[in-house]
């Protein structure tokens, strides 16, 4: 009965969890309408795709990114697409003073915020870990500090608003993977901080949600450029991706699964078969194209 139990509690759990985090609730685009959201990491892929839907809803943007002609075309196509305003600030999350520029952008132009969309990466490389501490210290200042950064600085007009927080994490920040130690690092960081600023909220009735957004392999440039010489699958579309984040975070869920059954179907292993789910990992990559 005890093996029962252990098996059947984290099945049940993880089953519950399935189904509240992708049960279909009602979404309107109506919601993002006036809506005041900075997006970071907007120049191209997933945020650049949040973008332009949120553009189409209507939504006032302040996009950020390292790249400022890239963030040119992607403002320039957001006002075709019908945003209320876009505006763009370009600047590196190295820069520990960037996180503090942005928001009050955001508040010189607009008096508040809605919605603060943290998506940004710093480059890492897709290998084995060699050893570099001094890499591992820099991703964490960009993939996880700076996301720390952007939310104290956007949190009292986010409790103005009451708000939400939206966090673009990676199955990498759930279950470890080979070849992306340091990556992995900062996306676990992100969801232990997340999580446990959320409790926080709830215990002193701040009504600002948080959504960590759990993705799988998606068709961006970059995740593609970087391992689909070693990745076995097909990537999910990053448009489809983008849409499903901002519905996440308008209808304030916890959690959002993408692709929906993939990312569930490991997690439900990882809640009752771990060493079978990191064996399952392991023959999805095609070793032999690693590269030490």
């Known amino acids: 009965m005890g093996l029962l139990l252990k098996i059947f509690i984290p099945l049940l ?38 973008a332009y839907h949120l553009a189409r809803m209507e939504a006032h943007l302040l996009l950020t990114a390292r790249t400022e002609a890239k963030l040119q075309k992607v403002v320039k196509r957001c ?14 999350m190295e820069d520990t003073a960037f996180p503090e520029v942005v928001v009050k952008e955001a508040e010189n132009s607009w008096g508040g915020l809605d919605m ?20 591992v210290r820099k991703l964490l200042e960009i993939n996880f500090l700076s996301y720390v950064s952007m939310t104290v600085a956007a949190l009292p007009l986010l409790k103005e608003s009451e708000g939400s927080i939206v966090v673009v994490s990676s199955m990498a920040g759930k279950a470890g993977g080979p070849f992306t130690a340091p990556y992995s690092a900062t996306k ?35 995740a593609v450029r970087a391992v689909s010489h070693a990745i076995r699958g097909t990537p999910a579309p990053k448009e489809e991706c983008a849409l499903e984040i901002i519905k996440s975070g308008a209808l304030r869920q916890r959690e959002l ?5 993939e990312v569930a179907s490991l997690l439900l292993l990882q809640a009752i078969a771990p060493n079978f789910l990191d064996s399952l990992i392991r023959s999805n990559y095609k070793v032999e194209n690693i590269r030490r």
């Open 13 to 50: 759990g993880v089953a519950l969890a399935f189904y509240f985090y992708s049960a279909p609730e009602n979404f309107s685009e109506e919601m993002l309408r006036g809506k005041r959201v900075i997006v970071t990491g907007a120049s191209s892929g997933i945020g650049e795709q949040m």
């Open 79 to 92: 006002l075709e697409l019908g945003a209320a305003s876009a505006r763009y600030v370009s600047g590196s």
């Open 116 to 135: 603060l969309i943290l998506n940004h990466i710093g480059y890492t490389y897709f290998s084995y870990f060699n050893g570099d501490v001094g890499h």
């Open 188 to 222: 676990f960081a992100l969801d232990g901080f997340f999580s446990s600023l959320r409790q926080e909220f709830i215990i002193d009735k701040v009504n600002v949600s948080i959504t960590l957004c759990v993705l799988g392999y998606i068709d961006t440039e970059n």
């Open 257 to 261: 699964h993408y692709p929906a059954r």
